[in-house]
């Protein structure tokens, strides 16, 4: 069975630094992409960055030049580097793994628990 387990949130001042991770875990072969999103509330969830087991990557505009998605293929982890935060950046993180192929099969569209990431200003 496949889990995706993050770690790595907390609280900061703005202007301060943070490194999100994300482990895949279970019998697993490959992944295709893996990305971060956040949900604020009172908001929806959003894309935050998303990368491609080739290591194609996307970034929301608001985070561009502060964030920095990166992966372990081999270790079927996924890292969010964040630096330069502010309070908007105050929100739940999740992580997100889509077309997982395993020992069960192709599966799309895992979720992590989510971890909290709170800016202080």
């Known amino acids: 069975q496949v889990q995706l387990v993050e770690s790595g949130g907390g609280l900061v001042q703005a202007g301060g630094s943070l490194r999100l991770s994300c482990a895949a875990s279970g019998r697993i072969y490959s992944i295709d992409t893996m990305a971060w999103y956040r949900q604020a509330p009172g908001k929806q969830r959003e894309l935050v960055a998303s990368i491609t087991s080739s290591g194609s990557t996307d970034y929301a505009d608001s985070v561009k030049g502060r964030f920095t998605i990166s992966r372990e293929n081999v270790q079927n982890t996924v890292y969010l580097q964040m630096v330069s935060l502010i309070p908007e950046d105050t929100a739940v993180y999740y992580c997100?793994?889509?077309?997982?192929?395993?020992?069960?099969?192709?599966?799309?569209?895992?979720w992590g628990q989510g971890t909290q990431v709170t800016v202080s200003s």
């Open positions: 997100n793994a889509d077309r997982i192929l395993s020992s069960s099969g192709l599966g799309r569209n895992y």
